[in-house]
């Protein structure tokens, strides 16, 4: 955002662009935390066994864990669309 301003840019137009890159991140970001919040931080009976299926997703590479912890660590944008499933955080609190 800072260069679209120092280039000149005033008008809503000019900064669609970026607010359209930085929904997109920040979709990233926020279900990237609900992972983590799922696993650790949700009040559940069965947080242990959350915690410790993430654990294990991790230890094996699971791609799509890998993939979104990588992400939440080199950047949102290295998250691809295929990556953010709501059923992931039906899987973990299933544990």
Same mark, same amino acid.
């Given at each position: 955002m *800072?260069?679209? =301003?120092? @280039?000149?840019a +005033? ?8 607010? $359209?890159? #930085?929904?997109? +991140?920040?979709? #990233?970001l #926020?279900? =990237?935390?609900? =992972? &983590?919040g &799922? ?7 069965? *947080? ?7 654990? *294990? ?5 699971? %791609?799509? !864990?890998?993939?979104?912890? !990588?992400?939440?660590?080199?950047? %949102?944008?290295? &998250?691809? @669309?295929?990556?953010?499933?709501p @059923?992931l955080? @039906? +899987? !973990? #609190?299933? $544990?």
């Open positions: *800072r260069d679209l =301003i120092l @280039d000149g +005033r008008g809503l137009d000019a900064f669609l662009p970026y607010g $359209q890159e #930085r929904m997109a +991140r920040m979709t #990233r #926020r279900f =990237i935390a609900d =992972i &983590v &799922v696993a650790y931080a949700e009040d559940a009976e069965n *947080r242990a066994a959350r915690r410790a299926f993430l654990a *294990r997703e991790i230890a094996d590479g699971n %791609p799509e !864990i890998m993939g979104l912890m !990588i992400g939440s660590f080199a950047g %949102p944008e290295l &998250v691809s @669309d295929d990556l953010l499933r @059923d955080l @039906d +899987r !973990i #609190r299933t $544990q």
